[in-house]
């Protein structure tokens, strides 16, 4: 059989965002892929070190909408480092809930789109109904839809007032039976295993070796999740369950990614019980920041997401360098890619939850 | 702190001969992170191999040019004395640092070497898949050569641009081919041949 060659993207209907692959195929079935990035490279790396430290706490927040509270979070947490500031626990918690919040509305997207490529679409409006609760969640504790703007160098910037908490509470409410009643879906729907049981496979020892990161990881087998291997904020406070799976199939990583935003709902009502008062951040100035450098790392909706920051002399960075869950799951790719039909291509690349805006930055 | 964690200095003392400066702090909530300079990044593969043997992954890849610290007027008669890293590599404002960032379990290990400009380094990719992008990244953004990359081409950046951008300084009207407003308005007065 001859083998020729297919381009996917980088415009595509089933990617949000712009990323070309080059297909070989052999009839139906694929033989390799090769993946051109760059389309959305917009060189923030460098514009980061032009713009001084707390400046950048604005910039990271927009490398990406749907990670975008764990840019500045994993930012704060390394210049926190170096400067040697103590959060305020209420801070702490504070983060635990923007953090969360944003890891459900970006879990039941990647899983809404799922249902979409299926062909699935009351399914996906469905999803993306639920989702829509959670999204008038950040409109009304933080005002805005995606970007936040949770994080301060030293605390957060909002706070959770008694009428806030008793709205959150009620929206957790009805978020939380819809999400099982779709899990339900999800698990014994007989279009949705067709599309996805066995599609896409990474096995174990791939995902190690492909060091992939997140619901990626964790639907390999892989038991690692920053929260708990490197506790940050009030992580250590809450008990935070890890899920994972054998399979590494498209379908594995769409149970983790519900799954998670079940979990996500119960940490953050753990927090509303536990939150403690107190100030929001440790000074009401700018604290100074000496030369040093910090490693920081937090679980963002796709998995690790880690920074290192060097600050010398100069109110600017010397070097800002960030590492994306996404960035080491486009590898994965390859594996899973590998002998599928050209029909489930779409739905396994959206299976890694691909952000292509952090990846490339 | 990871238990694997423990106990590396001397091992790495050990992998890497010409020396290594090693240095380690834990935060508030028990993370660890640890420094291990390397004097010879010839001493980097067989780092990295005992890191892999404890079963490390190579999280990213951040690399630098610092700048020079302030040398002090040389007295006449005398050549300027150039300061130097860890290992002897010119401290000049040019020379690149590498610093690779090992997930221990959690943990964060960075082995660090230091290359002088122009100067080429081991490629991590014959023991760690994950460091083929990272590198790739690292060969467009400064002009180092990474030895035995196994897929040397542009991860991001045309190869129609120049490499090493990030030693160069871009006009961002360059950059997004005029697609902004200043650069852009000239561009078109330019072309339509009229003066505002």
């Excluded at chain 2, 950046?157 to 200043?182: C, H, M, Q, Y």
Aim: hydrophobic fraction near 40%; aromatic fraction near 8%.
């Amino acid at each position: 059989m001859s083998t020729f060659t297919i381009p996917v993207g980088p415009l595509h209907v089933a990617l949000e965002e712009p990323m070309y692959f080059r297909f070989d195929v052999q009839g139906e079935t694929v033989a390799n892929v090769d993946i051109h990035a760059g389309h959305v490279h917009r060189g923030i790396e460098y514009l980061v070190t032009k713009r001084n430290i707390f400046q950048n706490i604005v910039l990271t927040e927009r490398i990406c909408s749907l990670c975008s509270n764990s840019h500045p979070q994993a930012y704060a947490m390394a210049v926190e480092q170096i400067a040697g500031l103590t959060v305020p626990p209420r801070a702490e918690y504070l983060r635990v809930i923007a953090d969360e919040i944003k890891r459900v509305a970006s879990n039941l997207f990647n899983v809404s789109v799922l249902a979409h490529l299926v062909g699935f679409e009351s399914l996906f409006m469905h999803v993306m109904e639920i989702r829509e609760m959670m999204q008038d969640v950040k409109e009304s504790v933080f005002g805005n839809r995606m970007d936040i703007g949770a994080n301060i160098i030293g605390g957060v910037r909002y706070d959770i007032t008694p009428e806030n908490a008793e709205y959150l509470k009620a929206q957790l409410d009805k978020v939380e039976p819809a999400i099982a009643e779709v899990t339900k879906i999800y698990r014994t729907n007989g279009s949705i295993l067709g599309r996805t049981r066995g599609i896409g496979v990474l096995s174990r020892e791939d995902a190690i070796n492909c060091s992939v990161v997140g619901p990626v990881a964790r639907a390999s087998g892989i038991e690692y999740d920053v929260r708990l291997k490197a506790p940050y904020s009030a992580y250590p406070n809450l008990q935070v369950p890890v899920h994972t799976l054998k399979d590494g199939d498209v379908w594995s990583r769409a149970m983790i990614r519900l799954a998670e935003a079940a979990t996500a709902i119960g940490i953050i009502r753990q927090c509303l019980v536990q939150l403690p008062d107190g100030p929001t951040a440790c000074t009401s100035e700018r604290p100074a920041i000496p030369p040093g450098e910090a490693i920081a790392k937090c679980e963002a909706p796709r998995g690790e997401l880690i920074y290192y920051v060097r600050i010398t002399d100069s109110p600017r960075p010397e070097r800002v360098k960030w590492r994306v869950p996404s960035f080491m799951n486009w590898d994965a790719l390859r594996f899973m890619l590998k002998d599928a039909k050209i029909a489930d291509i779409a739905i396994i690349v959206n299976s890694i939850d691909p952000c292509i805006s952090c990846t490339e930055r | 702190m990871s238990k694997l964690f423990e106990g590396l200095e001397a091992p790495l003392n050990e992998a890497a001969p010409a020396g290594i400066q090693y240095t380690r702090r834990t935060d508030a909530k028990g993370v660890g992170s640890a420094w291990a300079r390397l004097a010879s990044k010839d001493d980097l593969l067989r780092a990295a191999t005992l890191l892999k043997q404890r079963g490390a992954r190579v999280s990213t890849i951040t690399i630098l040019q610092p700048k020079a610290p302030p040398a002090p007027p040389p007295k006449e008669g005398e050549t300027p004395v150039v300061p130097t890293f860890f290992g002897g590599v010119p401290n000049d404002g040019k020379s690149f640092e590498i610093n690779y960032h090992f997930d221990v379990d959690g943990d964060t290990l960075t082995v660090v070497v230091y290359v002088p400009f122009g100067g080429e380094v081991a490629s991590l990719t014959p023991l760690y898949r994950a460091a083929d992008w990272p590198e790739r990244e690292m060969m467009e953004l400064y002009s180092i050569v990474v030895s035995n990359h196994p897929d040397p081409r542009r991860l991001f950046i045309d190869p129609a641009i120049d490499g090493a951008v990030l030693e160069r300084l871009i006009p961002f009207s360059a950059l997004v081919n005029s697609a902004t407003t200043k650069g852009l308005w000239e561009k078109i007065l330019a072309q339509t041949g009229s003066n505002a």
